[in-house]
Every structure is written in structure tokens, then in C-alpha cells.
């Protein structure tokens, strides 16, 4: 249960920051924090609707750093 508490919890920060209009890389960070929350969830309770979820996520995040060459600077969580 605390691992989809801290994914749908990370959405609900991820949509506050994209309304705030925050900048492509500070979300680039949130997304890929996401992406290990949503893996954790996967292996405890999501099954293979999980499981595909978190490679959709994976491949949207991959394209999304194909296509911003700056998306891909590891940057510190804060």
C-alpha cells in the first residue's frame, strides 16, 4: 500500500508542477522518480497491468530524452 501512496502522490506533485508551469527538466527529475516509485509498486501489487504501465512510463521517458538531449543530465533530488 505505501508503494501506490508514493505513486499517486508523486503524480499529484508532477500535475502541481506542470500547472505551476515548471521548467522540462525539473519534471524530466519528477518522471524519473515516478518511474522508480511505479517499479516499486509494479513488484509488489501491479501485476502485468503494472508491469506494462512502468514500461510505457520507461519508453516515454526514454523518448522524451531522445528528443531533449538536456533531459538527460542527471540532476540532484532535492
Do not use: Y
Not at 32 to 46: H, Q
Not at 50 to 65: F, K, Y
Request: hydrophobic share 45%.
Amino acid at each position: 500500500m505505501e508503494e501506490s501512496r508514493a505513486v499517486l502522490e508523486r503524480l499529484e506533485r508532477i500535475e502541481a508542477l506542470d500547472r505551476a508551469g515548471a521548467a522540462p527538466l525539473e519534471l524530466v527529475v519528477e518522471l524519473r522518480a515516478l518511474l522508480e516509485e511505479a517499479d516499486a509498486w509494479s513488484r509488489v501489487e501491479g501485476g502485468d497491468a503494472g508491469e506494462s504501465a512502468v514500461d510505457r512510463l520507461r519508453s516515454a521517458l526514454e523518448l522524451a530524452e531522445d528528443r531533449n538531449p538536456l533531459a538527460r543530465i542527471p540532476v540532484a533530488r532535492t
